[in-house]
């Protein structure tokens, strides 16, 4: 016996409200916003301190510094990349 379709959409639209309220709230007031995995305002603040630390760090030639910008720009590049949920494994089926 075939499910009815709106069974099926209020499902969806429970999902989308679980996994992200505040793209499910804008759309609804009819203004959308990017989803989450489109937003990439801290990763580029991030990729911004380490790029900081790190010139900082070659200045100075304090390794710590140089190290610590290495690791948060390479933690800044996974945030930015828009397919690394596709690359690991998890679906949103």
Same mark, same amino acid.
């Given at each position: 016996?075939?499910?009815?379709?709106?069974?099926q959409?209020?499902?969806?639209?429970?999902?989308?409200?679980?996994?992200?309220?505040?793209?499910?709230?804008? @759309? $609804?007031?009819?203004?959308?916003?990017?989803?989450?995995?489109?937003?990439? *305002?801290? #990763?580029?603040? &991030? /990729?911004?301190?380490?790029?900081?630390?790190?010139a900082?760090?070659?200045? @100075? $030639?304090?390794g710590?510094?140089?190290?610590?910008?290495?690791?948060?720009? *390479?933690? #800044?590049?996974? &945030? /930015?990349?828009?397919h690394?949920?596709?690359?690991?494994?998890?679906?949103?089926?």
């Open positions: 016996m075939p499910v009815p379709d709106d069974h959409l209020s499902e969806i639209a429970s999902r989308l409200h679980r996994e992200d309220p505040h793209f499910a709230r804008a @759309l $609804a007031d009819g203004r959308p916003r990017r989803p989450r995995e489109y937003r990439y *305002g801290r #990763a580029w603040l &991030l /990729l911004a301190a380490a790029l900081c630390a790190l900082t760090g070659l200045v @100075l $030639a304090h710590l510094l140089i190290a610590a910008g290495l690791v948060f720009a *390479g933690v #800044a590049g996974e &945030l /930015l990349d828009p690394r949920y596709e690359r690991d494994g998890v679906s949103d089926a």
